[in-house]
């Protein structure tokens, strides 16, 4: 930091509540992805992906400054210049994201657009026979991704002296007066958290067999209840 810097609120609220939205629902759709007692647990999470993707490309084009796409998906040449900093061991800060990590999302939300796409397609079957196929290398590819990405995050947070975790937490990073942003949007944010509860409550009424269907042997588990076999639960 030099004289000048501050800590400056950098991230506002919707991108930091979209950021740990995405982790949960990545990492429950991932894990749930085998299992046909989970799968509306599954496909719920992917829906909830899908909105908060769209809700992003929205947010890059008019949200605040360091969160508009304009503001730090550059091209190849800004990404070397970057890459030759790190070399050279004199890092180029950036108050948004850098270069690399730049890279990283634009391919997270474009693989999401994959596995939303492809997934609604297959649980509809609405489409070809390889869609599955696609939406399990994208799910793939994703995670590569995002292993790729964690692991940029703490390299880029060593490197700078700067936790980049703590500030998708709370928006702080270090930077001039002039750098900051000047709205938290907080209503936005609890408007999205709101929107995304909304729909797991709507998701887990509507559901004919509870969200999580399991079997004992004899009784159906839906939901919070019980229901004999020979019932047809799953409607
Ligand atoms: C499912 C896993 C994950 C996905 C899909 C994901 C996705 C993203 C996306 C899309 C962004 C851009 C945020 C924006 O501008 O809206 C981002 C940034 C960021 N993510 Fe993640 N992320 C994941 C996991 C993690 C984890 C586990 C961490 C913590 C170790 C993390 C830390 C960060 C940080 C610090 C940034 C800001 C990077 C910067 O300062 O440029 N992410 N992530």
């Known amino acids: 930091m030099n004289s000048a810097e501050q800590k400056i609120l950098v991230w506002d609220a919707p991108v930091r509540v979209f950021h740990w939205l995405m982790v949960l629902s990545f990492a429950g759709a991932y894990l749930t992805a085998d299992s046909e007692r989970w799968r509306l647990v599954h496909v719920s999470l992917g829906y909830t992906m899908g909105g908060l993707v769209a809700f992003r490309l929205v947010w890059g084009l008019v949200g605040s400054r360091h969160a508009r796409f304009r503001s730090f998906v550059t091209g190849p040449a800004a990404l070397l210049?970057?890459?030759?900093?790190?070399?050279?061991?004199?890092?180029?800060?950036?108050v948004g994201h850098?270069?690399?990590?730049?890279v990283a999302i634009v391919l997270l939300l474009l693989s999401s657009m994959v596995i939303v796409g492809s997934g609604w397609a297959i649980y509809n079957d609405a489409g070809p026979a390889w869609l599955a196929r696609l939406h399990e290398a994208a799910s793939t590819f994703m995670l590569v991704v995002v292993l790729i990405h964690i692991t940029g995050v703490v390299v880029a947070s060593l490197l700078h002296h700067e936790n980049l975790v703590r500030a998708m937490v709370d928006g702080q990073k270090s930077g001039t007066a002039q750098q900051a942003i000047r709205w938290r949007w907080r209503p936005l944010a609890a408007l999205m958290?709101?929107?995304?509860?909304?729909f797991w409550w709507y998701t887990w009424q509507g559901a004919p067999a509870g969200l999580v269907v399991g079997f004992t042997g004899s009784h159906v588990i839906v939901g919070a209840g019980r229901v004999p076999l020979d019932e047809n639960v799953a409607g």
């Not at 030759?84 to 180029?92: A, F, W």
């Not at 850098?98 to 730049?102: D, F, K, R, S």
């Not at 958290?193 to 909304?198: H, I, P, S, T």
């Open 98 to 102: 850098n270069p690399a990590g730049a």
């Open 193 to 198: 958290v709101a929107a995304v509860l909304g």
């Open 81 to 94: 210049r970057y890459g030759r900093s790190l070399l050279g061991r004199q890092p180029e800060h950036f």
